[in-house]
């Protein structure tokens, strides 16, 4: 069955970077667009970015220009690079396959991602 799997969260210091990955299996990663959700604590899910199957890129516009999401079909893998980050950037990040406009069909567990001094 389908499966993401989310690595790379952490702690970090404001300012500092982090690159989460997530390795996908069970259906044919090349062919689906592929995002990432975040989820701060106590509020809802927010939408990040995605990339579809021609390379192209979407952000959420606060975040372009600090963050970068890329894929590699032949290894079923999604990054999202993550560079000066800033204590808003605190939540529970997760990896989606896209099934339409901001709507995900599978998800993976979440990684945590705390930014703090």
């Known amino acids: 069955q389908e499966q993401l799997v989310e690595s790379g969260g952490g702690l970090v210091q404001p300012g500092g970077s982090l690159r989460l990955s997530c390795a996908a299996s069970g259906f044919t990663f090349s062919s689906w667009t592929m995002g990432w959700v975040r989820q701060a604590p106590g509020k809802g899910l927010e939408w990040v970015s995605d990339?579809?199957?021609?390379?192209?890129?979407y952000y959420l516009p606060q975040l372009k220009g600090r963050f970068t999401i890329s894929r590699v079909n032949a290894e079923n893998t999604l990054s999202l690079q993550m560079n000066s980050l800033k204590p808003e950037d605190t939540g529970v990040y997760y990896c989606v396959k896209v099934a339409g406009f901001r709507r995900f069909d599978y998800w993976g567990q979440g990684t945590q991602v705390t930014v703090s001094s």
């Open positions: 990339i579809l199957v021609n390379g192209m890129t």
